[in-house]
């Protein structure tokens, strides 16, 4: 019953191209259905089966995940850690090939309304900088806007996205890599100055609820601080 409403729920993509982004990281990019849409900072849910030829849906095998590229990009695609002993969702996509299809449905977002015109300070935790991508790359192809600063951390140093985003144009673009919270912090106090700013959290819910309380503590206005959540 279950495998049924899945089946009709949901859309089939295609696999077309698998990245290695950083150590135990890849991005895994589909071709676009004509009824796929999405708008930026949307995530998905993704079935790692095409749930043909008998195959049974079960929730070992569905993952809500970031949409890492612009509606403009001609793939619709998504970033994951996979490391050794990862789970089934995670391996089943590791071994798929190209030409392999999968299933996506429910498309939301939670960061619907980003105020591009007033300065902007993200800050993610890992892959966590996926959502933020095609913001930025939206944001850099405009002529308006004003600044964003964008933090990611990483315990790991080996950061996702890092080449492509120093790579833009700084005019409107500052990117900061940190490994650790302390590092964190200090960069987010450089950011209190500007009481224009409105900041944007995509983490854990541990790492989205400290930031979140970070920035209240340090007088940032509730209605200047949004969680992916």
Same mark, same amino acid.
């Given at each position: 019953?279950?495998?049924?409403?899945?089946?009709?729920?949901?859309?089939?993509?295609?696999?077309?191209?698998?990245?290695?982004?950083?150590?135990?990281?890849?991005?895994?990019?589909?071709?676009?259905?004509?009824?796929?849409?999405?708008?930026?900072?949307?995530?998905?849910?993704?079935?790692?089966?095409?749930?043909?030829?008998?195959?049974?849906?079960?929730?070992?095998?569905?993952?809500?995940?970031?949409?890492?590229?612009?509606?403009?990009?001609?793939?619709?695609?998504?970033?994951?850690?996979?490391?050794?002993?990862?789970?089934?969702?995670?391996?089943?996509?590791? $071994?798929?090939? @190209?030409? +392999? !299809?999968?299933?996506?449905?429910?498309?939301?977002?939670?960061?619907?309304?980003? =105020? *591009?015109?007033?300065?902007?300070?993200?800050?993610?935790?890992?892959?966590?900088?996926?959502?933020?991508?095609?913001?930025?790359?939206?944001?850099?192809?405009?002529?308006?806007?004003?600044?964003?600063?964008?933090?990611?951390?990483?315990?790991?140093?080996?950061?996702?996205?890092?080449?492509?985003?120093?790579?833009?144009?700084?005019?409107?673009?500052?990117?900061?890599?940190?490994?650790?919270?302390?590092?964190?912090?200090?960069?987010? $106090?450089?950011? @209190?100055? +500007? !009481?224009?700013?409105?900041?944007?959290?995509?983490?854990?819910?541990?790492?989205? =609820? *400290?930031?979140?309380?970070?920035?209240?503590?340090?007088?940032?206005?509730?209605?200047?601080?949004?969680?992916?959540?």
């Amino acid at each position: 019953m279950i495998t049924t409403i899945i089946k009709r729920l949901s859309t089939q993509i295609k696999l077309i191209k698998l990245e290695k982004e950083a150590k135990d990281t890849y991005t895994f990019k589909f071709l676009v259905p004509p009824n796929i849409k999405w708008t930026l900072g949307s995530y998905a849910h993704f079935v790692c089966s095409d749930l043909q030829n008998g195959k049974k849906f079960k929730k070992d095998l569905l993952r809500e995940l970031s949409i890492m590229s612009h509606p403009d990009e001609n793939f619709i695609g998504f970033t994951t850690r996979i490391r050794e002993n990862s789970s089934e969702f995670k391996s089943t996509m590791l $071994n798929l090939k @190209l030409g +392999d !299809e999968i299933r996506i449905f429910k498309i939301g977002n939670h960061l619907k309304n980003i =105020e *591009t015109d007033k300065p902007i300070v993200f800050i993610s935790m890992g892959v966590g900088i996926a959502t933020f991508r095609p913001i930025i790359h939206e944001h850099m192809k405009s002529s308006k806007g004003s600044s964003i600063t964008n933090i990611n951390i990483d315990r790991t140093g080996d950061f996702v996205y890092q080449q492509e985003l120093e790579n833009l144009s700084k005019d409107k673009l500052k990117n900061v890599f940190v490994t650790n919270r302390s590092d964190l912090y200090n960069e987010i $106090n450089q950011c @209190l100055d +500007d !009481e224009a700013n409105t900041y944007y959290v995509v983490g854990s819910k541990e790492f989205n =609820e *400290t930031t979140r309380n970070f920035l209240l503590k340090n007088k940032v206005s509730k209605k200047a601080v949004f969680l992916d959540k």
